[in-house]
């Protein structure tokens, strides 16, 4: 079975080549950061703890474009860094920041295919 959209994957492989290029940026997005990201994680990755970074607290809604800005930011992610996502749960919370950062119009984003468990 082929992808529908396959440019929006990366390999586990390419995440191993691209790990200290600087115009790459991987993010583990993760639930419940205590059993997962500070367990281990992809070396050099950032934290997106979905609770904390990818909701509204108050409007159980995603956030907003400001906040996005600031997480950006903080994460060392400029507007020409590509930004691979990652996550446990078959990538579930990595697709749900990849759909997040696609509404805001972020276009060089990517998934690592197969996520942790792949890892």
Request: hydrophobic share 40%; charged share 25%.
């Amino acid at each position: 079975m082929s992808y529908a959209h396959p440019e929006v994957l990366v390999t586990s492989d390419w995440v191993q080549q691209h790990l200290n290029d600087p115009k790459v940026r991987i993010a583990e997005v993760d639930y419940d950061p205590v059993a997962n990201y500070q367990l281990g994680h992809v070396p050099g990755t950032v934290l997106f703890d979905w609770k904390k970074d990818l909701n509204h607290p108050l409007e159980r809604d995603i956030l907003s474009k400001q906040q996005l800005e600031e997480l950006f930011a903080k994460s060392g992610i400029a507007q020409d860094t590509k930004i691979v996502l990652y996550g446990d749960f078959n990538n579930w919370f990595a697709a749900y920041a990849f759909w997040d950062l696609q509404y805001y119009g972020v276009k060089n984003v990517v998934l690592m295919n197969g996520g942790r468990k792949k890892w």
